[in-house]
């Protein structure tokens, strides 16, 4: 009797005592607690602002007054998807999206390689800071500098006219497609403006994924006899892309949901980003917005599935 | 499930018609007179419609108005008559200042009410040209006070054109310019389904055979005609304005020579010293008349009332021209107006009246024939002509 009073200590006082206790008793309440809030917070605000997003999109509109006809209706889907021009536009962005990640990726390899192994001390920092620099000027800024560095009277024209080289400008913009009246009104301007505007997505998990790549398994490489082309393909390579597609999905994601570049740089034809901003803000076509922005979320399930098979989120 | 949806069906049904009869009660209840100020009017307008001074201290027609009447006046700008639907839609405002594309979208939506112009005295000096206009007057019933107008001119570069071009066809048809060289992608055109009304006009006049009489009712043949000519134009065209101050850029730094336009972003070109001018040319022009409506629920009818009688004012209206580069809806306004000169109201197209075609909604149930296409089919056919269909 008298071990059993002992091994069970008196309750202790006061309500942090009491509650302590009762969280000791009940460890599901205490996690209880803890999670609830940001559990309502997923909950409510992100999944239940996604799936009201969802639920417009099977409602429709009456074209003439813009008044949304709350009944369900797979209306806006078969128009979404009859229509040529939206197949277009979808398929449009999904290619411009894929060639900037490609590009950004070519580009940001060797960047990210230098960074990682063999800047150091002050230097390392300095590349941290010009990969990071762009990033903190004003997105709108560096698109409107790109629309008159990219202009037919634009400082790049002029460099090309002064170096006598103005023909080689004229026969690239008079390819079909890529080409245009001038860089800022093709296609070209735009694919660019976006390869600079996300790169540093690109640099960084690239830099991070590169930088674990142990040394001890290049010397072993060589050691074995590989030529620095095999150490490369080999070994660095497959190290290296989780990095580059967890970049990519940035490059990917942002490229497809962007609605400010095309509109500034760019010949006038639309991307998904930009048909969602005119039918929701200009025309009042909620419905019709909601069913274009389903299509990058199933675009970006469908690539985000592939890249976690490929172990992209390992790198994270 | 299937239940479920018949009985949403109904209920939908239901507020539809619940929602007649109480813009039938508020058409019989239009405002009789004008009581003590709320405090506060919010109006949703394009901008540099409502200023201020924020942006230039000469031109301030807002805090005068707020010192006479006691109402704060709250302005959201909206960049097209689409979203302006969509604001008075969501509602929460008591003002708009709609395009002849917009209005009477707003009165068949039911979003506006009818004014009583016998509140407003300064009612008697707008424009006879405009007091029954059809943007805003449905069987005799006034839903609005003219604003301001203006037409949408055709804006060329002086160094190319020494004289100003006589026909659109310099935006319409590959040809050569004065400078001797192709007007291939140094024109431009406007990023909006209305523009489809421009080819049409320029259809009434070269394609007679087709017989349109009003570029805002197409039947399907007219309509055919008129994407047809904007497809055409696609391959002059580098990139299409929407933006103003994009357009200004692209005419200093594109080669830009030609392109339908506003007199505003002229009088801003031509204030930087940049050798433009514009015409109408003899095809007319399209045009735009907005016009002050009052939201059916507007929450402070007292100060709109006040703001619909100030707006009218000839030294708002003369200021507003100044600043906009539009037309007084109050022919007084154009004389000894400081900022406009005598000579603003000529420039900014007073006397083209007849020359424009007003921007109107398309509708179905047209006047001029069986059947019109409709707005919507507007908007998406011109998405998929700027994208090469």
């Keep these: ?316 | 499930m299937n239940r479920f949806f018949k009985s949403c069906t109904a209920l939908v049904a239901i507020t539809a018609f619940m929602g007649q009869t109480t813009v039938a009660f508020a058409a019989a209840d239009m405002v009789k007179e004008i009581g003590e100020g709320e405090g506060e009017v919010s109006i949703v307008a394009w901008p540099g419609y409502i200023e201020r001074g924020e942006t230039d201290k000469g031109y301030d027609w807002v805090t005068k108005f707020e010192e006479e009447t006691g109402c704060k006046v709250n302005v959201k700008t909206a960049n097209t008559s689409d979203e302006m639907v969509a604001l008075m839609n969501e509602g929460g405002f008591d003002l708009v200042t709609a395009s002849g594309d917009a209005s009477l979208r707003l009165v068949a939506g039911e979003r506006v009410q009818p004014i009583n112009v016998d509140l407003i005295p300064s009612w008697k000096t707008v424009d006879d040209r405009l007091k029954d206009a059809p943007w805003h007057t449905v069987d005799g019933t006034h839903y609005g006070v003219p604003y301001q107008w203006g037409p949408n001119v055709l804006l060329y570069n002086t160094d190319v054109f020494k004289e100003a071009p006589k026909s659109w066809n310099v935006v319409f048809e590959e040809q050569e310019l004065p400078d001797g060289k192709s007007n291939k992608g140094r024109v431009q055109a406007y990023d909006g389904p209305i523009y489809v009304a421009d080819a049409a006009l320029y259809l009434m006049k070269h394609k007679p055979e087709l017989g349109i009489e009003d570029p805002y009712e197409l039947n399907e043949e007219q309509y055919k005609a008129a994407l047809d000519l904007l497809r055409e134009q696609r391959k002059l065209v580098g990139r299409y304005w929407h933006d103003a101050m994009i357009q200004i850029d692209d005419v200093k730094n594109e080669g830009v020579v030609a392109s339908s336009s506003w007199p505003f972003q002229v009088n801003l070109l031509k204030s930087e010293d940049q050798p433009v001018a514009s015409t109408i040319p003899e095809e007319g022009a399209t045009g735009w008349a907005d016009t002050t409506m009052m939201h059916v629920n507007a929450a402070h009818p007292n100060c709109a009332y006040k703001w619909l009688e100030h707006s009218l004012d000839k030294k708002v209206q003369g200021d507003l021209a100044a600043w906009f580069g539009s037309v007084p809806t109050v022919p007084a306004a154009c004389k000894g107006n400081e900022l406009l000169g005598e000579e603003g109201c000529a420039t900014n197209g007073f006397d083209d009246f007849e020359k424009i075609s007003f921007w109107r909604t398309p509708v179905a149930d047209c006047d001029s024939q069986d059947e019109c296409v409709p707005y919507y089919r507007w908007v998406s056919d011109y998405i998929g002509v700027i994208g090469g269909r």
């Design chain 1, 1 to 316: 009797m008298s071990t059993a009073n002992a091994a069970i200590l008196p309750p202790r006082s006061g309500p942090s005592g009491a509650a302590s206790d009762a969280f000791w008793r009940h460890p599901t309440l205490l996690l209880f607690l803890l999670l609830t809030p940001p559990l309502l917070w997923l909950g409510i605000v992100y999944l239940g602002s996604l799936l009201a997003l969802l639920a417009q999109s099977f409602f429709s509109i009456d074209h003439f007054t813009g008044r949304i006809d709350y009944s369900f209706t797979l209306d806006t889907y078969r128009e979404l998807f009859t229509t040529p021009a939206n197949i277009d536009i979808i398929v449009r962005t999904v290619l411009m999206a894929a060639s900037v990640t490609i590009a950004s990726a070519i580009i940001a390899f060797p960047i990210a390689y230098y960074a990682a192994r063999y800047a150091r001390g002050k230097w390392k920092a300095l590349f941290y800071l010009g990969v990071m620099l762009p990033l903190w000027s004003s997105y709108l800024v560096k698109i409107y500098a790109w629309k008159l560095i990219l202009a037919q009277e634009g400082i790049l024209n002029w460099i090309f006219h002064k170096l006598h080289l103005y023909w080689l400008m004229d026969a690239y913009l008079s390819l079909p497609v890529i080409g245009g009246h001038s860089l800022s009104i093709s296609y070209t301007g735009t694919f660019l403006v976006f390869v600079y505007i996300w790169l540093p997505y690109m640099i960084l998990p690239l830099q991070a994924s590169l930088e674990r790549v142990p040394d001890n398994l290049l010397e072993a490489s060589s050691d074995l006899g590989a030529k620095p082309s095999e150490t490369f393909w080999n070994v660095i390579f497959p190290l290296a892309l989780p990095g580059a597609i967890a970049g990519s999905i940035f490059t990917f994601s942002l490229t497809l949901g962007d609605y400010i570049v095309p509109g500034v740089i760019g010949s006038s034809r639309y991307f998904i980003g930009q048909v969602v901003y005119a039918q929701q803000g200009t025309a009042g076509n909620i419905p019709l917005a909601a069913a274009f922005t389903i299509v990058p979320m199933v675009i970006m399930g469908f690539y985000l599935w592939m890249a976690k098979r490929m172990g992209a989120f390992d790198a994270l």
